[in-house]
């Protein structure tokens, strides 16, 4: 009997000192879920690319003053691996002014390319604003980028109009970090937008590749958003 209970009261040791581990030294996590600052820029878009289609130009504008008050700037550190990168010229613009522009009728998407330009000129400020980048990816196949991150990582896909993407999403570092978070639904049909958060370690630079598959059956623009 004492025996028995001797067994026992290790077995309970053992498994509070496993959840007591497990509190203290959590592995990375994955999640759907992201902050409202985040989720705020990735509704702007969404709402920027439902009323590019039926030219309301009052979401437009209300949008793209949204985005400014979230102080969205260009994600310039995000860097494309492809060769060649398609012209965005005909496409929707995830951009303030390309916004605006759209919003007083002009005839905005012939300049897409330049917009998108102008928009990588006005730099990447401070830690805690919202990074967005206007993407091209064509019909049926991905695109892949990389970027350097710390910490807390969340990470958004918008496509425009008829778009259908799924993301892949590979991280690295120095240190032997090697895992994945890539979507697990829908990922042959593809989704309007996506979006994760996981975490990452902070005392060390980690680099982040994002493959974004083109799952429809035309060239789309779409718009990455990250923390």
Do not use: W
Not at 75 to 86: A, E, Y
Not at 132 to 139: E, L, P
């Amino acid at each position: 009997m004492k025996r028995i209970a001797f067994l026992f009261l290790i077995t309970v040791l053992i498994h509070s000192f496993t959840l007591s581990a497990q509190v203290e030294c959590p592995d990375t996590t994955e999640a759907e879920d992201v902050t409202d600052v985040i989720q705020d820029a990735i509704d702007a878009c969404i709402a920027i690319r439902d009323a590019a289609v039926v030219g309301d130009s009052a979401v437009l504008m209300q949008s793209a003053q949204e985005l400014r008050a979230n102080n969205v700037v260009n994600f310039n550190s995000l860097r494309c691996k492809d060769d060649t990168i398609g012209s965005l010229n005909g496409h929707l613009v995830f951009d303030e002014a390309f916004v605006d522009s759209l919003a007083n009728g002009r005839d905005i998407y012939r300049y897409a390319d330049d917009m998108n330009r102008s928009a990588a000129h006005r730099g990447q400020t401070a830690n805690g604003t919202i990074l967005t980048k206007t993407c091209f990816v064509k019909a049926g196949k991905s695109t892949r980028y990389t970027f350097a991150s710390k910490g807390h990582q969340e990470l958004a896909v918008v496509a425009e109009s008829g778009g259908l993407v799924t993301m892949k999403i590979h991280v690295t570092n120095n240190n032997g970090l090697d895992k994945r978070y890539d979507d697990t639904r829908d990922v042959k049909k593809g989704r309007p937008q996506r979006k994760t958060a996981f975490d990452l370690p902070n005392n060390r630079r980690n680099t982040i590749e994002l493959e974004v598959i083109n799952c429809s059956n035309r060239d789309i623009s779409l718009v990455v958003i990250s923390n």
